[in-house]
């Protein structure tokens, strides 16, 4: 009766002292939903929760919580008669609607009247002044239809979006050791990482790694398989990192301005106090972790930084939602 199953989970919206709550939202059934990791599940209903914080009231100052509350495996109920288990509604663009949140008992009616107020989202800070298509005015604008803040020209309408940027690297391997490049250019110059970038219009993330890897470290890599992805939401950025050998000649090189030395290093020996990013450390501690216990895993995580710290700054971020699945690729 896999066809049956279903997930329910159940979003809630801290809003100072006041609670809100979604319905229980039913996943598509699918044989593999009750598979799902609870943290996954926050992934995917992170633009519904963003949806739902956008267009309450109270959203300016709130801090927002977004938790899987309730997973289950029965079928699905079709009355929806427990508590808090209010469907929830579609807008025509099909995203959750704040519609959907149900004030639990405790909340005054007050924060429930204006919890059902759609309010814009605090304006950011503009960051450009010119449109990039016609060199026009550019301002801060609530595009119809759209819940966030974008640059728009005043002259021709185009509407610039702003997205986080992908940066791709390689965890290279040789006979054990781990190649690092120390970095010749800001940000974090003088201090280690692994080959990474950012990655090029028109190439796979797989080809970008293999660039970066060459152009930081001269040398040729044998990818292997994909390793870890690190959402960085605090910067806006994601970090696709894959593992591999160092491939014929064998050979690896710093090559100038993009780094100042490469080495390999034994996994005992890896600088941790001189490395440039968290998302490094943290892709090393892992890779350390998994060469120990004779199998790499494939990572997922979402890093937070406390805003205003540096890029590595020791016990400035966190990994969260860190999934780490079991390959049956032997690390050796
Ligand atoms: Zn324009």
């Known amino acids: 009766m896999l066809e049956s199953h279903c997930c329910r989970v159940q979003l809630q919206l ?10 229980n939202l039913h996943l598509p059934a699918h044989p593999l939903a009750a598979l799902l990791h609870p943290s996954m599940l926050r992934h995917m209903l992170r633009p519904a929760v963003m949806h739902l914080h956008n267009t309450t009231a109270a959203s300016a100052h709130a801090a927002w919580s977004p938790r899987v509350q309730q997973r289950c495996t029965a079928a699905a109920p079709t009355g929806g008669s427990e508590p808090n288990t209010a469907s929830s509604s579609k807008s025509s663009s099909g995203k959750a609607s704040s519609s959907a949140l149900q004030p639990q008992a405790a909340v005054p009616s007050q924060a429930a009247a204006a919890a059902a107020a759609p309010q814009p989202p605090p304006k950011p800070r503009q960051a450009f002044s010119f449109c990039r298509m016609c060199g026009g005015p550019v301002e801060l604008a609530l ?7 974008r640059h728009q020209c005043t002259r021709c309408g185009y509407i610039d979006y702003q997205n986080p940027r992908l940066v791709v690297g390689c965890i290279v391997q040789h006979e054990g050791r781990i190649l690092l490049c120390r970095r010749g250019i ?3 110059r ?14 796979s993330t797989a080809a970008g790694a293999a660039r970066e890897t060459w152009e930081e470290a001269g040398a040729h890599v044998e990818i292997d398989a994909p390793y870890c992805t690190w959402d960085i939401p605090g910067i806006s950025q994601v970090y696709v990192l894959f593992r591999g050998r160092l491939a ?7 090559r100038e301005p993009e780094s100042l030395e490469a080495a390999l290093f034994e996994p005992e020996a890896i600088p941790w ?7 490094v450390s943290i892709a090393l501690r892992s890779y350390i972790a998994d060469l120990a216990s004779g199998t790499f895993r494939v990572h997922h995580g979402a890093i937070q930084k406390r805003p205003g710290s540096g890029p590595n700054e020791a ?7 860190h999934i780490q699945m079991p390959t049956t690729l032997p690390s050796h």
């Open 14 to 23: 801290k809003l100072k002292d006041h609670r809100f709550s979604t319905g």
């Open 143 to 149: 595009p119809e239809g759209d819940t966030l803040w």
């Open 186 to 188: 800001e940000p974090q």
């Open 190 to 203: 003088g201090l280690w990482t692994v080959p990474a970038g950012y990655l090029e219009c028109g190439e």
């Open 248 to 254: 014929a000649p064998y050979t690896f090189a710093a």
């Open 273 to 279: 106090d001189q490395l440039a990013f968290s998302s």
């Open 315 to 321: 016990g400035s971020f966190t990994l969260e939602d």
